[in-house]
């Protein structure tokens, strides 16, 4: 069964720091880029960040450049989200999601997020 | 950044209406826009992508049409598990790639 799961979130004061976990199993895991998706209470839904199969490309959301670092661990089939500097405003449900696309020639053609993780809540509070 | 814009916000129906969802780009996006399911505390799940290809296993009452910067989400005749909100996501240009606000759909 293609599957994701996340853990690592939890309660953290602002300013503080946080780091993401995202478990893969049932697919190919280092053949797909991957994204970090979050929710905040009661709102709609907002694209964090995503990385390369090989992880030498990387593109983040201006709200948390330079805050936030996406990384992955093919060997370990795992997607990973450091989050540091954290306000009250990064108060969500992130999801880690696989991103659905086609190699044309050379080029890469992104279709969307087509399996997703059961998210993981965190909150940024003192 | 391409703004998604999706009306109406809600919408009541009932089970066996016909459901048109609206979602238009700030600039054009081609064809490259998915749309999203989301049921209340679960992850979303992906009903349609490239603007009206149906993804795998998502029943065939759901369609999806437009291009350049107009698009619909159409539910040919609501059943009562198509209850929930949904989202459309340009997937044009990024980062980042952009979600519409959401439309929640409702039971009348």
């Known amino acids: 069964e293609v599957q994701l799961v996340e853990s690592g979130g939890g309660l953290v004061q602002p300013g503080g720091s946080l780091r993401l976990s995202c478990a893969a199993s049932?697919?190919?895991?280092?053949?797909?880029?991957m994204s970090w998706v979050r929710q905040a209470p009661g709102k709609g839904l907002e694209w964090v960040a995503n990385?390369?199969?090989?992880?030498?490309?990387?593109y983040y959301v201006d709200s948390v450049k330079g805050r936030f670092t996406i990384s992955r661990d093919n060997a370990k089939n795992s997607l990973y989200l450091q989050m540091n500097s954290l306000r009250a405003e990064d108060t969500a449900v992130y999801y880690c999601?696989?991103?659905?696309?086609?190699?044309?020639?050379?080029?890469?053609?992104?279709?969307?997020?087509?399996?997703w993780g059961q998210g993981t809540t965190v909150t940024v509070s003192s | 950044d391409i703004q998604m814009t999706q009306s109406p916000s809600s919408v009541s129906a009932s089970v066996g209406d016909r459901v048109t969802i609206t979602c238009r780009a700030s600039?054009?996006?081609?064809?490259?826009l998915a749309w999203y399911q989301q049921k209340p505390g679960k992850a979303p799940k992906l009903l349609i992508y490239a603007a009206s290809s149906l993804q795998s296993g998502v029943p065939s009452r759901f369609s999806g049409s437009g291009s350049g910067t107009d698009f619909t989400l159409t539910i040919s005749s609501l059943q009562p598990e198509d209850f929930a909100t949904y989202y459309c996501q340009q997937a044009n240009s990024f980062p980042p790639y952009t979600f519409g606000q959401g439309t929640k759909l409702e039971i009348k």
């Open positions: 999601a696989r991103d659905f696309g086609d190699i044309v020639g050379l080029r890469y053609y992104y279709y969307g997020m087509d399996v």
């Open positions: 600039q054009g996006i081609s064809s490259w």
């Open positions: 990385i390369k199969q090989d992880g030498s490309e990387k």
């Open positions: 049932g697919f190919t895991f280092s053949s797909y880029w």
